[in-house]
């Protein structure tokens, strides 16, 4: 091994193998970040009043679920399995908070900017160039103050809440894979995939594939058979128990309805397959196809007489008959979602900011354009770019091949979580997928830093010493 790379695998300064590189800057830097976040919360919080309450806050249908779900003890099933809600860490922060509003919204706030900081300061001190650190550092956090990720923290929503849980268990995997871990990073980690579970019930099948992942590492690496024993447990254990959560609420039953309404009946296919297995398709259930039906008809699909039929046939055959479609067409579970990637690629969530009043406007759109560009043709050159950068870096950079390893791991992760999402819900696809935007941005911001970094480093490093 030459002298430039056994300096380039030891030395923390340099970043290879390290990950606590100073980032120039970091601290103004992190202090308007911090300002902006607060002050928006703030504007949300405290000045006007909102389109359906008195504070200009996001506050839905689901908002007002998670708000009663609140209310019951936390022993309660009411609180641990809220139907048509959402697994209950939202609704313990909520309680945590009071209810109040407000508080909500500042906390949820006060997070984000701690777990975006967190997140950009750990994959900024694994550079070598002090200047790619600062910029990468900035380009983080800009694409945590972008408005389709921003605005999310002054809704009373999951959407913030598994966003920062997810820059938290990012910035941790990447510390443990060939990083610098502190001596709870480890501890931190399982706790936070634990939590993810608790946020949103489209996690508890990630959590599977994290257990899956876990369960190869256990076989493959001896070193890491503890650890990776743990890791899958965990994941398992959560996964099992908020699966069971959703199932005694019943949260499953509108997002089936849903899809099944919106996307399955268009399909002369797929509707002569949930035919054929014992669907009612009278003229009540074909009027569901039409636009916007599902919205306004979902209440008389759970009560209404003339839906009785198909109701029984939801609740006993429904899940089963969508199980058995999905695994007997897997060319479609796949062109679909790619068909439909425009959501993953540039989330259209804009219209939610309008309806609450919390717009950023014209600063906001350039911030936007910046830290999150909405154009998918853009986005699809960068993922190519940055496929062969990745690629490439793997052969020329040793001390980083853990970290595209951690980044690849998370691809993989987000391409599960889209399907997932896409396929569990028909409706509100664009906010129930921002997750998985924001993680396909983070890893295309990490293969572009080390990619910059490895550019300007040429001929930066010391040459080897002659014999």
């Known amino acids: ?44 919080a405290f000045t006007g009043t909102g389109r359906f309450r008195a504070v200009r806050v996001g506050y839905g249908v689901d908002s007002a679920y998670y708000i009663m779900a609140a209310k019951a003890p936390v022993w309660s099933l009411k609180f641990l399995a809220t139907p048509n809600g959402a697994p209950f860490l939202f609704s313990l922060l909520a309680k945590l908070c009071l209810r109040n509003l407000r508080v909500i919204v500042l906390v949820q706030s006060a997070f984000a900017v701690w777990a975006w900081w967190f997140l950009a300061r750990t994959i900024a001190a694994r550079l070598h160039r002090p200047a790619v650190r600062t910029l990468t550092f900035v380009a983080v956090l800009l694409l945590a103050a972008s408005p389709p990720i921003v605005m999310w923290n002054v809704f009373v929503a999951t959407e913030s809440l598994s966003i920062s849980l997810l820059c938290v268990a990012s910035a941790l995997w990447i510390r443990l894979t060939g990083g610098r871990p502190g001596d709870r990073d480890f501890t931190a980690f399982v706790v936070v995939l634990a939590a993810l579970a608790c946020t949103r019930d489209s996690y508890a099948v990630m959590l599977l594939v994290v257990a899956g992942i876990a369960i190869v590492v256990a076989l493959a690496r001896r070193a890491l058979r503890q650890r990776a024993a743990i890791v899958a447990a965990v994941c398992i254990v959560a996964s099992v128990l908020n699966i069971a959560a959703s199932n005694h609420g019943g949260r499953w039953f509108d997002p089936l309805d849903e899809t099944i309404a919106i996307r399955l009946l268009g399909s002369h296919e797929a509707t002569q397959y949930f035919v054929d297995h014992g669907m009612p398709y009278d003229h009540y259930v074909r009027a569901l196809h039409k636009p916007d039906a599902i919205v306004f008809r979902a209440h008389d699909v759970t009560y209404a007489p003339q839906f009785k039929r198909y109701r029984n046939w939801l609740l006993n055959k429904g899940r089963g008959t969508y199980t058995s479609y999905l695994l007997t067409h897997p060319v479609s579970d796949i062109t679909g979602p790619f068909d439909d990637r425009r959501r993953l690629l540039r989330p259209e969530v804009r219209p939610y900011a309008h309806l609450y009043f919390v717009d950023l406007g014209g600063a906001g759109r350039v911030v936007g354009a910046i830290g999150m560009p909405s154009s998918q043709g853009l986005v699809e050159v960068w993922i190519g770019i940055a496929a062969l950068g990745a690629a490439w870096l793997a052969l020329k950079r040793r001390g980083d091949r853990a970290l595209l390893i951690a980044a690849g791991l998370s691809t993989v992760l987000l391409v599960v979580h889209f399907l997932v999402a896409w396929h569990g819900d028909a409706l509100e696809l664009d906010r129930h997928i921002i997750a998985a935007a924001v993680e396909l941005r983070v890893v295309l911001l990490i293969v572009s830093a080390l990619l910059v970094d490895e550019l300007l480093s040429v001929g930066k490093r010391p040459k080897a010493v002659a014999r």
Do not use: C, N
Request: glycine fraction near 14%; charged fraction near 15%.
């Open 1 to 44: 091994m030459s002298a430039s790379e056994r300096v380039d695998e030891r030395s923390p300064s340099q970043g290879g193998a390290g990950g606590d590189g100073r980032i120039p800057f970091a601290t103004p830097i992190t202090v308007v970040f911090a300002a902006a976040l607060l002050i928006y919360a703030g504007w949300a």
